[in-house]
């Protein structure tokens, strides 16, 4: 047997780190292949780790702890194999760096560890900031804009010069202040919505009549539940809607290049959904949704609600989306929301809770289903004007009972 070294390896997605949560065998055991050894949680996802042999295994990495890629965790082998074997921690390949646009190749590239793009290596030069010492809030660690210009600020005299307030209050209320460590998914959380700050974001509201939607999906979710034993929802339909307005407007299942100001424009459809998870909020992903039917995506949908709660997702069930809707109106309360854009997406729209309200029609009032909308964009990518096209669009859709019936 040759002995086998487990370590957190690169998952991609910008990950660099992972959180020791649970051992669920001791050090010295005897294990068999693809037994689970211990679980190991990302910025995405709490994941088993198996053995890769049988053998004992000799556990390095203590419950609770932090890990970097590349470190080692355990190590499987025979007790020969393991006796004063040391862990050897993985080389880290140089990083290739990018070309230097020529308008840039006069400020000096130093530090070339420091994950930045040259514009803001020349922003950091000009505002006269050590770039070695900011923290960069973007994915994977990359220093954003944002990120220079905060730190030149509070490197000015007139901010070196005042105290810090909460630290004064926090010496007064020290036997009744407790510091909680945030999670990994909460500090995944914290990492997008500071990227998602750099996003220069406006927001369309609109309001869509659902009554058609409301019926069909009354009328047929006992059929359906008996039928399939799945669940049917609002979601399927207005994701089918969604990804038909995507395909008149496909500006928006888009991502934006910064740094060759280019958009990536994308010919498949994979929708992010918002889920709230006992450890915060996640984004999981329906993949190909125009290819599946509404069956499909409700059994999809329930199938990952189930592994979120459960803290099963995977990685893959979470990264490639295209665009997002988060379902504000299945939490219960609420009319209208203005969400915050999933990095790198272009938009995001935010479902209100579909409510009894007067509608007219042809001059006449009567009780219908309202919908509220809200459709958050990247201007750099996309203009207001497209945004109504977009929103008028889906509403076109939701609104069709032949759509609705047809799907």
């Known amino acids: 047997m040759i002995m086998k070294e487990i370590r957190f390896v690169d998952v991609g997605e910008g990950i660099t780190e992972g959180h020791i949560k649970k051992w669920l065998v001791k050090d010295g055991d005897a294990v068999k292949e693809d037994q689970p050894l211990f679980q190991v949680e990302t910025d995405k996802a709490v994941v088993n780790m198996p053995s890769p042999i049988d053998g004992i295994v000799r556990i390095f990495a203590k419950e609770d702890s932090t890990v970097k890629v590349g470190d080692t965790i355990a190590q499987v082998g025979t007790k020969e194999e393991l006796s004063g074997a040391q862990p050897v ?9 990018a070309p230097v646009p020529e308008e840039h190749k006069t400020v000096p590239i130093l530090h070339e560890g420091v994950m930045a793009t040259p514009f803001v290596r020349k922003l950091a030069h000009d505002l006269k900031v050590d ?35 909460s630290e004064t209050l926090e010496q007064q209320h020290q036997n009744d202040i407790e510091r909680v460590p945030m999670s990994q998914t909460r500090k995944a959380i914290a990492r997008n919505m500071e990227a998602s700050l750099s996003i220069p974001s406006a927001v369309h509201m609109d309001l869509v009549d659902a009554t058609a939607l409301y019926n069909i999906v009354s009328g047929e979710k006992a059929r359906v539940q008996a039928d399939t034993g799945t669940k049917l929802t609002f979601l399927p339909f207005i994701m089918k809607a969604t990804v038909e307005a995507l395909k008149e407007n496909p500006n928006f299942n888009s991502s934006y290049d910064h740094e060759t100001m280019e958009i990536i424009l994308k010919k498949y459809y994979n929708i992010g959904l918002a889920a709230e998870a006992p450890d915060g909020l996640k984004v999981v992903v329906i993949k190909y949704v125009d290819k599946k039917s509404i069956i499909t995506l409700a059994k999809e949908l329930q199938n990952l609600a189930d592994k979120v709660r459960n803290q099963t997702i995977t990685l893959d069930e979470m990264r490639d989306n295209t665009f997002t809707i988060t379902n504000i109106g299945s939490l219960g309360g609420g009319y209208l929301a203005v969400p915050i854009i999933n990095h790198p997406d272009v938009a995001i729209l935010g479902i209100g809770m579909i409510r009894d309200t007067p509608l007219v029609k042809d001059g006449v009032i009567k009780i219908g289903k309202q919908m509220p909308i809200s459709l958050v964009f990247d201007h750099r990518v996309v203009d207001g004007a497209e945004a109504v096209k977009f929103g008028n669009a889906f509403k076109k859709y939701i609104e069709d009972p032949e759509f609705l019936e047809m799907l």
């Open 89 to 97: 921690q993985a080389s880290q390949p140089p990083k290739q760096q």
């Open 131 to 165: 770039i070695t010492t900011v923290t960069g809030t973007g994915p994977g660690g990359r220093i954003l804009e944002n990120d220079v210009r905060s730190h030149a600020q509070a490197e000015s005299p007139q901010k070196k010069a005042v105290p810090k307030f």
